[in-house]
């Protein structure tokens, strides 16, 4: 009788880059020649041609009537943003800064949204002159675009962001449900479109995001569904029919072991069933789905070269010249409750047969600057350029970069 062996989780394979040589190749160059032209390492590349695949797969998996929003604060990268803005129909912004970077590339105003909790008057009066749809987030918010309008002459264009009767389950961050700093609690809803209506603004609609971070296709169709549901009855008491229903997004990408790729096809058909239901229901609605991690998540590595090869007490050390201060989410220490690896490998051995466990560090003199813990990866050296998966979204700019006066590290889009 055979014992079954005990199955460790294992991360899920990370096989949109090819392997030549050994080498992982991102952006179309091996990554030692990437380097070079680099010029430096530590670094991020996010690889143009897996950002556009991401979309077309998501465009094919979704019914035609829903539109597809990126949340640049996944990834702010001037470049990145400029080519997300040619392939989605639209740009989710969370501050004036961001708006700034959406207006450059030539995202259109008619297409951008603004979002967040503590929006300072001043954002407020960029958003209402640059003519962008401002989710309204309190009552203060409404006020504040009243008397902007009227400065301006020009009526703020507003959605309500609304703070659910539900929660997304299971996702990484919970964002709507319960008491939370973000949008106005459903019950005060008809009390805040009264009063956008007496403030002369332009309602456009609804923006409902209950999560992020999440893998379970059925959790995210449930909040769909519940999303819709809500936002149809609110219709009623909405001061104009609703042009905009932001439905949330919440989709997620494999990080760690055991985490497998969400499963598209079942958020494709329920929600062809609400573009179906708001032909009748909401004839005048677009809906829209925003999402960040999952388009760019997957696209983007961050590259460090290992410094030194240290043993101490019979475990492996590589020393690396990037860590915390550039990648915090890897380091375990960006909302994860007990840490647990990202996908590495070392990008040039990465076919080597021989492995060894070791532990991938950081510069920093702290403990918590680690990429990995105790990982089986092919055996490296000096000079070897470890390399970090899933790293297109929430990396330099969800970072400490100032912590321990490091270099920054640099961004390529190829
Ligand atoms: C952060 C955020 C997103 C993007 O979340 P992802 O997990 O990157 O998809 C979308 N919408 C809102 C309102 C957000 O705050």
């Not at 294992?10 to 680099?38: I, K, T, Y």
């Not at 070269?305 to 989410?329: E, F, M, N």
């Amino acid at each position: 009788m055979s014992i079954p062996e005990r199955s460790l989780p294992v991360h899920a394979p990370m096989n949109q880059f090819a392997v030549e040589d050994g080498q992982l190749v991102v952006g179309g160059e091996r990554l030692a020649m990437l380097a070079e032209r680099v010029g430096q390492t530590p670094f991020y590349a996010y690889d143009r041609a897996l950002l556009k695949a991401r979309v077309a797969e998501l465009r094919l998996a979704l019914p035609e009537g829903i539109k597809l929003h990126y949340a640049m604060k996944a990834n702010p990268m001037p470049a990145v943003v400029g080519l997300m803005a040619g392939l989605v129909d639209g740009i989710d912004v969370a501050s004036a800064g961001e708006l700034k970077v959406a207006l450059d590339v030539g995202a259109h105003p008619q297409e951008i949204s603004f979002a967040g909790p503590g929006k300072r008057d001043v954002e407020l009066r960029q958003a209402v002159a640059s003519r962008v749809l401002i989710n309204i987030e309190s009552f203060r918010e409404v006020s504040v675009l009243a008397s902007i309008s009227s400065d301006l002459g020009l009526p703020a264009r507003v959605a309500v962001r609304v703070n659910p009767d539900f929660e997304l389950k299971g996702s990484g961050m919970k964002m709507g449900g319960g008491p939370k700093q973000f949008g106005v609690d459903v019950e005060q809803i008809p009390d805040l479109l009264a009063k956008v209506a007496s403030a002369g603004l332009a309602f456009e609609g609804f923006h409902l995001f209950a999560g992020s971070q999440n893998l379970r296709a059925e959790s995210i169709c449930e909040a769909q569904q519940k999303s819709y549901e809500l936002a149809l009855r609110l219709a009623d008491g909405a001061p104009s029919p609703v042009r905009f229903l932001n439905l949330g997004g919440g989709f997620g990408i494999p990080y760690f072991p055991g985490e497998k790729r969400l499963d598209l096809a079942p958020i494709g058909d329920n929600l062809a069933q609400l573009v179906q239901r708001a032909k009748t229901e909401l004839p005048e609605t677009s809906l829209v789905i925003e999402l960040g991690r999952y388009f760019v998540g997957e696209a983007g590595v961050y590259v460090t070269r290992i410094l030194d090869r240290k043993v101490s007490r019979g475990q492996v050390y590589l020393v690396a010249d990037g860590g915390l201060h550039h990648h915090l989410a890897a380091s375990g220490n960006f909302g994860q409750v007990v840490r647990k690896n990202y996908p590495v490998t070392i990008g040039t051995r990465a076919d080597a047969p021989e492995k060894e466990v070791v532990s991938v560090v950081g510069p920093l003199c702290t403990p918590l600057d680690l990429l990995a813990d105790r990982m089986t990866l092919p055996v490296a050296d000096v000079g070897d350029l470890a390399v970090v998966f899933q790293s297109g979204a929430y990396g330099p700019t969800a970072s400490p970069q100032g912590f321990l006066g490091h270099p920054a590290c640099v961004e390529v889009l190829v």
